[in-house]
């Protein structure tokens, strides 16, 4: 049994089972799953590098735990998009459940971003919330074009 955590794109934490990678490729939604591990090797954060379409909005939980967990900084944390699956690994390198103590040592380290990264994450979120903004208004749309008739010619009328 492995019990990873599944950070979903909307905010909620599950705690949820997986065997396998593909397990974890099914909790994400997508192909070509990254691995980023903590500064301990401690945590596999799992990922999807191109969320699909609904899926492109920040994960801001599963960053601020990549945040508390790695050497990253506020500017220089990778931003997670979509599902995230937080899970570990054993000696060998294969996927292992998070222990209890690993659960909370997850959240003990949650709490300990700094006013400052915390601030800098804000700022880099807002600022690619607007971008996205700015260019689904930018856009052109496409309007559907209801094809022409076709002009039939008038025949002149007899006096």
Request: charged share 25%; aromatic share 6%; net charge positive.
């Amino acid at each position: 049994m492995n019990t990873v955590l599944y950070f979903s794109a909307n905010g909620a934490v599950y705690e949820t089972r997986a065997y396998t990678k593909a397990d974890i490729d099914q909790l994400v939604h997508a192909q070509g799953l990254q691995c980023l591990t903590s500064a301990d090797n401690q945590f596999d954060f799992w990922f999807s590098s191109t969320p699909a379409g609904c899926q492109r909005r920040i994960n801001r939980g599963a960053t601020e735990i990549l945040l508390s967990t790695t050497s990253f900084n506020g500017r220089s944390v990778p931003l997670l998009r979509g599902g995230v699956v937080v899970a570990t690994h054993d000696a060998d390198g294969d996927l292992d459940g998070l222990s209890w103590q690993q659960l909370e040592l997850l959240v003990e380290k949650s709490r300990s971003l700094t006013a400052r990264d915390e601030r800098l994450l804000n700022r880099r979120i807002n600022r690619d919330v607007r971008r996205r903004q700015r260019a689904a208004t930018a856009a052109p749309v496409a309007v559907p074009v209801r094809p022409a008739r076709p002009v039939r010619p008038r025949t002149p009328a007899l006096t």
